[in-house]
């Protein structure tokens, strides 16, 4: 019994030392918390042990009879005591919170530690959110049945109830359109936003005629019509030498031609820098209003329509070779779809390179698409089109039915196979090509002739602008135009500028102009500038320059004299903008483009309808009596 108890408490000595140092060591949470547990135990039975003994030793001695020895008790008490401090000091042990790190803020300037410096830093990236995908789909506010549309599509000339297109259009990059330097469609491209090519090395900030030549009259009407605009082109050396161009211009190095087609019936030629003739007119014999339009594959070829009957001529459009002047095409004057018997073509047409498709909307209400079919041999010099039966479209709608005219007097923008585009009764049209389904509409309230522009937005999305001119809402001659930004996917409204104006019978007012959107990197990228005829009063006019995101004005300026044609925009190599405009005086102003400040003016003195375009420091304008080449300085 002794040897027991005394082997019991010298074993408990040596585990109640070893145990919780071996558990602190280890760094155990589990371990240091079983420690304690076993010493709380171990505690336990010594205290009883010892108890017992002390009991068992009086009673032994109260009888005088041999009991425990005093040796053994004390060894008891010895171990009692150590496993009690040893218990106590292991209570105060931190344990650590399992899989946690927790971090005290500095109090005092935290140690950095040196870094490493042929180690190169993982940049964090930023998050990159879906890309927006362009499938246009109708709004309940762009609905067309809420305009009581219908909607044909004619194939082989049939009505038919779909239709798929065998080589599917998808237009790319505006800046990418034309394969030449040059302008080769109205405003540019296929987005409508850009009249320049170039930059200008501005000095003084002036304007001053170069060269300039008269144009003609055919049937009453004479030189250069309202939705007229020249087109510039520098041709490759290849394709010069089989135009037929002067001698002394094909053998001229970097010749710059401008093309205009005119009221005259007539499509003249002439060398930008010097005004110099480039090759004889051609003589067509119709009345011209509109630009006309290049190809864009930089082929020889020539798309213009005629905007008037023409000594009872019915109007049309063209397919010019510019190797030899000859017309290659010629279509829409027998036109038996349309309800509108006015078979002009005063807009700009459009052609996908990729599927040979021309694309071009008439004042008819039929928005026509033709497979060209082109075979161009450059070194044999010859180029021809076998057009297949065009695609096209028919509509009606609620204005319509009311006795508003139907017709497309616009250009039309396009985005991938989307087009967009503006009517004459005063709707807002987004076309599927690939199907040439109607894909929505919205009410934009009057006449537009306005073509519409569009725009990237910052948040992935599409944005066109257009506003009307004021014709059928006008009441006593007075009224209000609105400009209008609107989601491309789904047209709906995203702000709107609203000026009161005044309308005289067959010289409108409001918006005729289409409008200038700021060139990206410039100090104007930000703003869209529209110009609006006869405000307040019939022969006032207006410039509003609009932040494109928010639809406020940032600047707005008289014309003096009410405008017509849409403003141009060239810019130095930083980015600087400056603004050329031109009333329907022919009053040309240059004013800075992020204020409207007024720099300078020079005075044509004619009736000025007509837009202008600019390469690099040559700008080009024409006016009801002639053709203006202006230098900028």
Not at 398 to 409: D, F, I, L
Not at 504 to 513: E, F, L
Request: with cysteine; aromatic share 10%; net charge negative.
């Amino acid at each position: 019994m002794k040897k027991a108890v005394s082997l019991f408490c010298a074993v408990s000595i040596v585990l109640g030392l070893v145990t919780p140092v071996s558990a602190v060591d280890s760094g155990s949470t589990s371990g240091i918390e079983n420690s304690l547990t076993y010493l709380k135990v171990i505690t336990a039975i010594l205290a009883a042990l010892l108890i017992i003994m002390i009991i068992l030793k009086a009673s032994a001695s109260r009888r005088r009879k041999a009991g425990i020895s005093g040796g053994v008790v004390a060894l008891a008490g010895i171990a009692l005591v150590l496993s009690l401090g040893v218990t106590v000091f292991s209570s105060f042990i931190s344990v650590p919170e399992p899989d946690v790190q927790v971090f005290a803020p500095f109090t005092t300037d935290p140690v950095i530690p040196e870094i490493d410096p042929t180690v190169v830093p993982t940049e964090t990236q930023e998050p990159t959110l879906p890309p927006v995908v362009f499938e246009p789909a109708m709004s309940d506010s762009s609905n067309p049945e809420n305009f009581g549309i219908t909607w044909e599509i004619i194939e082989n000339d049939q009505v038919v109830s779909s239709y798929t297109r065998p080589e599917k259009i998808s237009f790319g990059d505006p800046d990418e359109y034309f394969a030449l330097p040059g302008i080769a469609t109205f405003r540019g491209n296929n987005y409508r936003n850009n009249a320049t090519y170039g930059t200008a090395n501005v000095t003084s900030g002036t304007l001053s005629t170069v060269w300039s030549h008269g144009i003609g009259r055919l049937d009453d009407w004479g030189g250069c019509a309202w939705t007229g605009q020249p087109l510039v082109v520098q041709w490759d050396d290849e394709t010069k030498a089989i135009m037929n161009l002067y001698n002394s211009k094909k053998n001229k190095d970097g010749l710059v031609e401008v093309i205009y087609a005119t009221l005259d019936g007539k499509i003249h030629f002439y060398d930008l820098h010097d005004g110099i003739e480039t090759r004889a007119p051609i003589n067509v014999g119709m009345n011209f209003k509109g630009a006309g339009a290049l190809d864009p594959r930089g082929y020889p070829l020539l798309y213009v329509g005629s905007g008037l009957y023409t000594y009872n001529k019915s109007p049309r459009m063209y397919v010019i070779s510019l190797i030899t002047g000859e017309i290659l095409y010629e279509y829409g004057h027998k036109e038996t779809f349309s309800d509108r018997k006015w078979n002009a073509f005063d807009s700009s047409p459009l052609v996908d390179a990729e599927t040979d498709t021309l694309i071009w909307p008439g004042e008819n209400g039929i928005l026509y698409t033709i497979k060209l079919n082109t075979q161009y041999d450059k070194e044999a010099g010859t180029i021809s089109v076998n057009p297949d039966t065009p695609v096209k479209t028919h509509y009606s709608s609620t204005y319509s039915k009311a006795g508003r005219y139907v017709g497309y007097e616009s250009s039309v923008s396009v985005v991938d196979n989307y087009l967009y585009v503006s009517e004459n009764g005063g709707l807002f049209y987004c076309v599927d090509l690939n199907t040439m389904e109607l894909v929505w509409a919205q009410d934009t309230k009057d006449d537009s002739n306005s073509s519409p522009v569009f725009e990237w937005g910052e948040d992935g999305n599409g944005y066109v602008y257009t506003a009307p001119s004021l014709h059928w809402t006008a009441k006593k001659d007075a009224g209000s135009v609105t400009i209008y930004k609107l989601n491309a996917q789904t047209g709906e409204v995203v702000w709107e500028v609203t000026r009161d104006c005044v309308t005289v019978k067959d010289v409108s007012g409001g918006v005729q102009a289409t409008p200038l959107m700021g060139k990206e990197g410039s100090d104007i990228e930000d703003l869209i500038i529209y110009i609006v005829a006869r405000v307040p009063k019939a022969y006032d006019g207006t410039m509003i320059a609009i932040n494109r995101e928010t639809g406020e004005v940032v600047w707005e300026i008289e014309t003096v004299n009410y405008a017509w044609s849409s403003p141009v925009a060239f810019y130095t190599d930083d980015g600087k903008s400056y603004i050329a405009f031109v009333n329907a005086s022919g009053k040309i102003r240059l004013v800075e483009g992020t204020t409207g400040k007024v720099l300078y003016a020079l005075g044509l003195n004619q009736t000025t309808e007509a837009s202008a375009v600019v390469f690099n420091n040559m700008m080009v304008l024409g006016t009801r009596e002639g053709i203006y080449g202006i230098k900028i300085s």
